[in-house]
């Protein structure tokens, strides 16, 4: 089933990033619906109704996000009744539903908030948990179309406990299995060049390279008959490929390399601290985005001059003198202190030149060096992550994840 995502109101101005359309198209995507077009249009009533009318024409299901509330800009429900030649009707339990709500927060409805009791005729709601505005749905003429409120929470939770069981009921004609393999430390072309050296994927199967600064996702999708036989053909994909890669796969679905690192850290019982210049403590507030990092993470040093690098972590003056702060000497010297000091089992360190400026003929915009220090050994590797500062920063944090990763690991 093909199916077409609209976002409506403000977003065509660009004052408001659209996270909802993304978020659907993944729920849709596991669901075996193809998303085949995403549009947005503000808050125009003739633009609404001509979006509306060339979305139905297009695809099976449309769904649209924005548009409930009950100010006067918010005009959803009067283009999908006049696309739909139906009327809007009130419903007084609907209103009865709101007041309470008001009520039970210690608030009185304004009047203005009856509109959203107003709903178009024959549609079927979607309960909404965390807000006034109803998901609404109307089937007809072989198209789905559903309506729900711009809120991303709010949208979520009516996505999630109405309209994916809704629609998981429709599509029952195949099994879809798919499954998201997270790799790191190669790049996009070199990773589908080893994967895809004389291996064809099977039939029905189907692999996405999907990259990020946090590495490349692997998306393998397969249909069949039954859920067994989709299975199947998908772990054989997988079991091929991580014969392949391996090395450089590190979780899946929902795994983040930071929680695998951390889970890595708990498991044999080690401590990590970090010492960080260019990336200015984004690497330590990466480590604990994961619940639970204050097990294994002790804190870091945010190293930007060089006083600091000399006075806290204790890299020798001459080594800045003579090789620079961004240099594999410093980036050793920043790790062997910085654990020392923390009494660490391990120790991270950055140090480079995330630019935009900064750079010289010998050291350009982008190179970094990240160290490694462990009871066993201190190490750094050179990197050259580009032009752009803040991708700069970002990679440094998960090359510098991946280091720690590899090292216990013991992979090469």
Known sequence: MDCEIITIGELVSGHRVDTNSAYI???????????????????????????????????KIIITTGGLGPT?????????VKVFKRNLIFNEDILEDLKERFAKRGLEMP????????????????????????????????????SL???????????????????????????????????????????AEMITD????????????????????????????????????????????????????????????????????????????????????QLGMQITVTPGSSKYFLGGIISYSNDVK????????????????????????????CRELFNSDYALSVTGIAGPDGGTEDKLVGLTYIGLSSIHDTFAKEFNFGSLREINRSRAIYAALEMLRRNILDIE
């Open 149 to 191: 409120p711009g809120v991303p929470f709010e949208m979520k939770q009516i996505m999630t406990d109405e309209v994916v069981p809704y629609l998981k009921e429709l599509n029952q004609d195949q099994a879809l299995k798919i499954v998201s393999l997270k790799t790191i430390g190669i790049i996009e072309s070199k990773l």
């Open 310 to 337: 000399i006075e806290q972590l204790k890299v020798d003056q001459n080594i800045i003198e003579k090789h620079g702060a961004v240099s594999e000497e410093c980036a050793m010297a920043m790790a062997k202190g």
């Open 198 to 281: 004389n291996f064809r994927l099977g039939q029905n199967v189907k692999l996405a390279y999907l990259p990020a600064p946090s590495g490349i996702e692997l998306r393998i999708s397969a249909t069949a008959e039954n859920e067994d036989e989709a299975n199947e053909a998908v772990q054989k994909t997988i079991r091929e490929i991580e014969a392949r890669v391996g090395r450089y796969i590190f979780g899946r679905e929902d795994d983040t390399l930071e929680a695998v690192v951390g889970q890595l850290l708990v498991d044999n019982d080690r401590t990590l601290a970090v010492a960080e210049s260019c990336t200015g403590g």
């Open 72 to 80: 006067d800009d918010d005009i959803t429900k009067k283009a999908i």
């Open 25 to 59: 198209a993944r729920q849709l995507t596991r669901l075996g619906i193809n998303v085949k077009y995403k549009s947005s249009v503000g808050d125009s009533m003739s633009a609404m109704e001509e979006c509306f009318r060339l979305a139905l024409r297009r695809a």
């Open 111 to 146: 009047a203005i908030n009856q509109n959203q009791a107003l709903l178009p005729q024959g549609a079927t709601l979607f309960p909404n948990k965390h807000g006034s505005a109803l998901g609404i749905c109307i089937s007809e003429r072989g198209r789905i179309f559903i």
